[in-house]
């Protein structure tokens, strides 16, 4: 039903987006997509797309590092990642991810950490759950440093949820995800990432709070969609079940790996129009005429 006013938006040449924008996408007929990018190079390809914004998720730490959960990913780790991201985009706005524990030790710890990765380049952070971090949240807003919320699956409490399951299933658990939304609103979130929990249960979130919720594996009743880039690139053999593929990035990537080996062993490289020694010869032989 949406469709042409989408297109409309998506159409639209916009400027930088703004934080404040967020607040548009409660709109009938307003989603926001959302990326995750941890370096330079595929950062500035999301920057010349139609993609509203980039999260430079501790994600970084599975995708980018190897390790198998996101607790691995340090504020060194996520500086280098963000500054990297910043160096390509000037019309989108940026969220990074807060680190495993660096809004639990104390608030001034976390305002110094969400400082910090303000200033290597992110507009915004956002942080997991809610409980027992409430004042941390209310810091860094109040410091002037826009935060995400991020509910449901919450990768960096992976040891105590006993795994990467859906959460929010029953009336109790679903109840707790709700009232948490609206802590997170009532502290000054300008959106939330809803992870792996019952559409159901995303719609009725996204009704009662007037920010943004922005859904991975939440159904399609968000205010946006969240993918991790890799999962959205099918540089992965095995990604979640709620991730769509958009291109077999890792099958294209790999036939240029091994159709370069072969040019190679077969003597096939460099072909005339790459060959710059035989440009430069060229060269020798005009400038000595
Ligand atoms: O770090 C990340 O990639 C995320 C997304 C799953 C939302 O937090």
Redesign the pocket.
């Known amino acids: 039903m949406f469709t042409g006013l989408l297109k409309k938006h998506a159409d639209k040449k916009r400027g930088k987006m703004k934080i404040t924008d967020f607040y548009d996408y409660k709109k009938p007929g307003r989603k926001i997509s959302m990326i995750?990018v941890y370096d330079y190079s595929m950062a500035r390809l999301v920057e010349n797309s139609n993609i509203d914004c980039l999260?430079v998720?501790?994600?970084a730490a599975m995708t980018m590092h190897g390790f198998d959960s996101?607790i691995h990913a340090t504020e060194e780790m996520m500086l280098f990642h963000v500054a990297a991201v910043k160096r390509a985009v000037k019309t989108k706005v940026i969220i990074a991810?807060m680190p495993f524990l660096s809004f639990r030790k104390s608030p001034e710890a976390a305002v110094e950490t969400a400082g910090n990765l303000a200033r290597a380049g992110a507009d915004a952070i956002?942080l997991e759950n809610v409980d027992g971090h409430e004042e941390a949240v209310k810091k860094i807003i109040e410091s002037g440093i826009p935060v995400m919320g991020?509910l449901g699956l919450t990768?960096q409490y992976i040891k105590a949820l006993g795994g990467y399951k859906i959460q929010g299933k029953d009336e109790k658990t679903a109840e707790k995800i709700i009232k948490d939304a609206k802590i997170l609103e009532k502290l000054g979130c300008f959106s939330i990432?809803l992870?792996c929990i019952p559409g159901a249960l995303a719609q009725k979130i996204t009704d009662a709070v007037n920010i943004a919720t922005i859904g991975?594996g939440a159904g399609s009743h968000t205010d946006g969609q969240?993918l991790?880039l890799q999962d959205a690139l099918g540089l992965y053999e095995n990604p979640p079940s709620f991730a769509k593929k958009y291109i077999e990035g890792g099958e294209l990537i790999k036939k240029a790996f091994n159709d370069f080996n072969t040019e190679v062993k077969e003597g096939l490289l460099p072909e005339n129009k790459n060959d710059n020694n035989k440009k430069s010869q060229k060269m020798a032989v005009c400038s000595k005429k």
């Open positions: 995750t999260l998720g501790d994600s996101t991810d956002k991020h990768p990432v992870e991975i969240v991790v």
